[in-house]
């Protein structure tokens, strides 16, 4: 099975702030992969899916990039509502699996 | 609008048996794969599996194979899974997906319903 880590687990940063988080696969992946959003007590919502296309109604704020192994979600200017955890997941072969989730807090 | 409705999750008996079903409203789910995600209690997403668009190919991941079997009647716009043979690990939030968003011959789930929780314990 393909492994995801994403790092960093836990992010703290300021309202305004840009903020990268990464999703390394355990082995190529080419372009796909998605990145969701979850807020507490909420079902998680796309952001990026193809690993760098923003899914409709998602802020231009929100990016994302990579391809092989290596993939990365911006957000170039963070907002107080983006305070979730943040999952990668990919859909190269089965099983699908996803990253451990970064934790983004707003200081 | 879309709206993704899970229902029957509960409490069960360490080898019980539970039928989840996900009624979706707001489009037709004759189009998408539709995928079963979990979600242990303050834990991450797993990913459980998926059937494709007319039923005729199931996913599964391996610590479910054998166990789950997911279903769907696009007739009645519903996704199913059965879950035989339950054990404490499979404790989650069980949440549907509908593969909507299309890229580089992939398809992502950009609809979610709320979930239904499965409890599994004696």
């Known amino acids: 099975d393909i492994q995801l880590t994403q790092s960093p687990s836990f992010l703290s940063a300021s309202v305004g702030d840009r903020v990268t988080i990464t999703c390394r696969a355990s082995?190529?992946?080419?372009?796909?992969l998605a990145w969701f959003q979850q807020k507490l007590g909420r079902a998680p919502r796309l952001l990026i899916y193809?690993?760098?296309t923003l899914q409709s109604g998602v802020p231009s704020r929100f990016s994302g990039s990579g391809s092989g192994t290596e993939f990365t979600l911006t957000i170039s200017s963070l907002q107080p509502e983006d305070s979730a955890i943040y999952f990668c997941?990919?859909?190269?072969?089965?099983?699908?699996?996803f990253g451990q989730g970064t934790r983004l807090d707003i200081k | 609008e879309v709206q993704l409705v899970e229902s029957g999750g509960g409490l069960v008996q360490p080898g019980w048996s539970l039928r989840l079903s996900c009624t979706v409203s707001?489009?037709?789910?004759?189009?998408?794969?539709m995928t079963w995600v979990r979600q242990a209690p303050g834990k991450g997403l797993e990913w459980v599996g998926n059937i494709n668009r007319d039923g005729s190919e199931k996913n599964y991941v391996d610590s479910v194979k054998g166990r789950f079997t997911i279903s769907r009647d696009n007739a009645k716009n519903s996704l199913y899974v059965e879950m035989n043979s339950l054990r404490v690990e499979d404790t989650a939030v069980y949440y549907c997906?509908?593969?909507?968003?299309?890229?580089?011959?992939?398809?992502?789930?950009?609809?979610w319903g709320q979930g239904t929780l499965v409890t599994v314990s004696s």
């Open positions: 082995q190529g992946i080419a372009s796909h």
């Open positions: 997941e990919h859909f190269d072969s089965y099983p699908f699996t």
């Open positions: 997906a509908s593969a909507g968003a299309y890229s580089g011959g992939r398809s992502y789930y950009d609809s």
């Open positions: 707001g489009f037709r789910i004759s189009s998408n794969y």
């Open positions: 193809g690993a760098s």
